[in-house]
């Protein structure tokens, strides 16, 4: 059996989160272990499901993407990273201070920038000197064998090749204005396919990408499986679909007018 979803970028957010806490690695931890959600747009929907608690999602938001006109208008306080210890949420530690806690097989959550679905490697955008979250992150995760646990829309895959793109990035020749580093990093990549497969045990082949009225930038999907598993699909969409933006255009567009 087959059918055809469309997802905004949202409603993808949104998908994949429902998708991270029924994997059997969140499971576990939530009832033994850490899991740490660092700082992200996607992450902010992780947040709000494995906690219950809805979120300013925007506060939750670090670095990302944005129109050049908008520039920081709609920069609000950032909310601190969330810590699970057992299931319940650690006020003391963060997304630093839980590496030097955290066991092996704990849980490590960290969004990307940039998708090579394919190959299996995601890209992060580096504004600091010093790497940022994962710079730092990246010698515990490797040296005590956590799960980096990388959910990702596939709205951000791009069409080349990224551990190219992070060697150019890199080259110390001059440039205008600044030059982010691209950070290649291989992990457990987590995107709608992943979701809807944990969620529903179906096949998802994205078959096109882009739209309009809110869907720019979002995808659609060819779902295969049993009638029962499509259907379960399908009725999950349309669940979630109606998921507002993180910060909707309207709300953007009075602060720059």
Same mark, same amino acid.
């Given at each position: 059996m087959?059918?055809e ?5 949202a ?12 994997l ?5 931890k ?13 992450n902010?929907?992780i ?9 300013e ?5 670090t ?7 908008v520039g ?6 950032p ?9 319940v &949420? @650690?006020?003391? #530690? =963060? +997304?630093?201070?839980? $590496?030097?806690?955290m066991?092996?097989g ?5 969004? *990307?920038?940039?998708?090579n679905?394919?190959?299996?490697i995601?890209?992060?955008t ?20 956590l799960?980096l ?6 709205e ?11 060697r150019?990035?890199?080259? &110390? @020749?001059?440039? #205008? =204005? +600044?030059?982010?580093? $691209? ?11 992943? *979701? ?20 720019e930038?979002?995808?659609r ?14 009725d ?14 309207e ?7």
């Amino acid at each position: 059996m087959k059918a055809e979803v469309v997802l905004t970028v949202a409603e993808s957010k949104r998908l994949i989160a429902k998708g991270v806490t029924q994997l059997d690695s969140i499971k576990k931890k939530m009832r033994e272990g850490m899991i740490v959600v660092c700082n992200g747009s996607t992450n902010a929907y992780i947040y709000e499901e494995l906690t219950g608690e809805r979120i300013e999602k925007r506060r939750y938001v670090t670095g990302g993407m944005a129109p050049s006109h908008v520039g920081r208008s709609w920069r609000v306080k950032p909310k601190k990273s969330l810590v699970l210890v057992d299931g319940v &949420p @650690d006020p003391t #530690l =963060d +997304r630093f201070s839980a $590496l030097e806690e955290m066991e092996r097989g704990d849980v490590y959550i960290k969004g *990307a920038n940039a998708l090579n679905y394919r190959e299996g490697i995601a890209g992060i955008t580096i504004g600091s000197s010093t790497g940022g979250t994962i710079g730092r992150a990246l010698g515990p995760i490797m040296g005590k064998k956590l799960h980096l646990l990388i959910p990702v829309g596939l709205e951000k895959e791009v069409p080349f090749d990224l551990e190219k793109a992070s060697r150019l990035s890199a080259e &110390p @020749d001059e440039h #205008l =204005d +600044r030059v982010f580093s $691209l950070w290649p990093v291989r992990g457990h990549i987590y995107t709608e396919i992943e *979701a809807l497969k944990t969620l529903c045990g179906v096949d998802s082949v994205p078959v096109a990408a882009g739209g309009l009225a809110g869907a720019e930038g979002g995808v659609r999907l060819l779902l295969r499986g049993e009638e029962a598993a499509v259907q379960r699909a399908v009725d999950l969409v349309e669940e979630v679909q109606g998921e507002p933006p993180v910060i909707p255009m309207e709300e953007v567009a009075q602060k720059v007018g």
